[in-house]
């Protein structure tokens, strides 16, 4: 059981915009520790796809963006692409446990 | 570019140990921090442990002390995770990754490391 929670599944249809939720607590993101959020691509190396919260690294498209409201965070993926298709996790800091990850959402285009 | 290849991985009886390492190119190795990361089959990501640009401070993951150890050596850049009294739940693909913005910027692709008899 993960301390960061995301839904396990997500889904949408090219061009559609869709959004993962993570929802940690006052111990990790409520207590203003920041979200990151990483992309897992079968057969490729984990990519860093938001920093900071907010921040795109270099070379990661605009269609992806991220916000966070009190103890949660969100992922938003616009302008769905097929090779959207893979599973994302958030990351957060947790005063008790240190690096703390979500459980990963698996993102089906449709 | 950053390239980080991990290696050591493979097949280990229960109890055994096993030595992972990381080789680092394309950027200053010797200037960053390094963290290990895993991931069980089906399961999601776990921190496992982080280490200085200097190798001090070190942390670790509460379910990883006294077992893992983390190491460097700047002179090779290669990064080391030494596994001892593994089991089963131990099965995962491990992954080195530079500290940066975040605690995991750049990854490895991974190596699998799977403890059964």
């Known amino acids: 059981q993960s301390v960061l929670t995301q839904p396990p599944s997500v889904s949408g249809a090219p061009g559609q915009r869709v959004t993962i939720s993570c929802t940690g607590s006052s111990s990790n993101i409520g207590a203003g520790y920041d979200v990151h959020w990483y992309q897992l691509l079968p057969g490729a190396a984990p990519k860093l796809l938001i920093y900071g919260n907010i921040n795109r690294p270099s070379g990661v498209p605009d269609r992806f963006s991220g916000s966070k409201s009190g103890t949660s965070a969100s992922l938003a993926i616009s302008g769905l692409q097929a090779e959207d298709e893979a599973d994302y996790y958030c990351q957060s800091y947790d005063i008790s446990l240190s690096w703390v990850f979500g459980g990963g959402t698996k993102l089906t285009v449709l | 570019e950053v390239q980080l290849v991990e290696s050591g991985g493979g097949l280990v009886q229960p109890g055994g140990s096993l030595r992972l390492s990381c080789a680092a190119s394309?950027?200053?190795?010797?200037?960053?921090?390094m963290t290990w990361v895993r991931q069980a089959p089906g399961r999601g990501l776990e921190w496992i442990s982080y280490?200085?640009?200097?190798?001090?401070?070190?942390y670790y993951a509460d379910s990883m002390k006294g077992r893992f150890t983390i190491s460097r050596d700047n002179a090779k850049n290669s990064l080391y995770l030494q596994m001892h009294s593994l089991r089963a739940e131990d099965t995962a693909v491990y992954y080195c990754?530079?500290?940066?913005?975040?605690?995991?910027?750049?990854w490895g692709q991974g190596t699998l490391v799977t403890v059964s008899s």
């Open positions: 990754a530079l500290v940066g913005s975040t605690p995991f910027d750049y």
């Open positions: 280490i200085s640009s200097s190798s001090s401070p070190i």
């Open positions: 394309g950027f200053t190795f010797s200037s960053f921090a």
